[in-house]
């Protein structure tokens, strides 16, 4: 039996950010996300051989063990290789009961690590997905991203925020709230279509050839709020504030103030913490305007993959031509109305 799964990867339009602890515990966050033709896969295929097989396909990686490794409280070892698989494996044979057979795990990313597009959590939800339908687990929406969230926040311990788990998990278009204690609230945005068509048909999404580790951007961020340093903090406020004005102007219509919007949260995002942006986006992002795009934002943490920008009229055109001489390349995606799907073959 092949038992496969699916998640979106997002593209983040607003509040960036406000999703990261300690912000939201001590004041609400609030994130507008997308979720776009651009997938995380995970696929797990019994073995008659007690043996275990990881593979990032993607990645060129792979590790295998013997069952035995993680018989009984044995826990797979988090090296550094293939940990989001491992992490994933650990946690549900912890909490549910696995089957002693042997299995291989694959999973496939449509973007690079470091991109910005949330691949990491969406990747961790795709291979929660595939093992709750091998499982036949019953977990909701709400969930899945919440385990998902658990396994790669607290059980290996990588920094970030709380979106992507539930984007990649809902899918569509979504305005978010972030709470002390992890309460998540998703509200689907029911945007008309031609709204919807216009903001893909306007929205570039442009990636700079580099990636970042965002886990020291996201540290520098929540040591600001710690440290109660009021200019990080009055731009998160802001950011916040801009996931609202995001949501008016989607819901009723006015596509081309979005542009302004994303403007003004690209300002604010570089308040938050050093490292976000770096002269390399700044020189990305003025080339862009100059070329016709009426604002933009560095996607996930900041300093480096996918940035998104917004081009009314027919100015898209103009501004693909000029980015393309800046040594990145035009990522073209559509908007998905679904998340995270499973199956069995």
Request: net charge neutral; aromatic share 10%; proline share 3%.
């Amino acid at each position: 039996m092949i038992y496969r799964s699916k998640a979106p990867l997002r593209i983040g339009l607003a509040g960036g950010g406000t999703d990261v602890s300690p912000y939201c515990d001590l004041y609400g966050g609030n994130i507008l996300n997308a979720s776009v033709s651009l997938y995380a896969y995970a696929n797990i295929k019994t073995l008659a051989e007690k043996t275990l097989v990881f593979q990032g396909i993607d990645r060129g990686e792979e590790q295998t063990f013997p069952l035995e490794a993680a018989t009984g409280g044995s826990t797979l070892p988090i090296d550094g290789k293939l940990d989001l698989l491992k992490g994933v494996y650990n946690r549900i044979k912890k909490d549910y009961s696995l089957p002693e057979t042997g299995l291989q795990l694959s999973t496939f990313v449509d973007a690079p690590a470091g991109s910005g597009l949330g691949t990491s959590s969406t990747l961790v939800v795709a291979i929660v997905g595939a093992f709750a339908e091998m499982l036949r687990l019953p977990l909701g929406e709400y969930d899945i991203a919440h385990l998902a969230y658990d396994i790669e926040r607290k059980d290996l311990q990588m920094a970030g925020g709380r979106q992507d788990q539930y984007a990649a998990t809902f899918g569509g278009v979504n305005f978010m709230e972030f709470y002390a204690d992890d309460r998540v609230i998703v509200n689907p945005l029911r945007i008309k279509q031609q709204h919807l068509f216009e903001l893909e048909n306007n929205l570039l999404l442009y990636y700079t050839s580099t990636s970042r580790e965002s886990a020291k951007i996201i540290a520098k961020q929540s040591q600001n709020v710690t440290d109660k340093n009021a200019k990080s903090i009055e731009a998160m406020h802001q950011l916040k504030d801009q996931a609202r004005m995001m949501k008016e102007a989607l819901l009723k219509g006015r596509i081309n103030e979005i542009g302004e919007i994303l403007d003004f949260g690209f300002r604010q995002k570089q308040k938050m913490a050093e490292g976000i942006s770096n002269s390399q986006i700044e020189e990305i992002y003025a080339q862009a305007k100059k070329a016709g795009a009426t604002g933009g934002k560095i996607s996930g943490a900041g300093g480096g993959g996918f940035m998104t920008f917004y081009c009314p009229d027919i100015s898209k055109y103009k501004v693909m031509a000029a980015l393309q001489q800046l040594g990145g390349y035009c990522k073209p995606y559509q908007f998905t109305s679904h998340g995270m799907t499973s199956w069995t073959m």
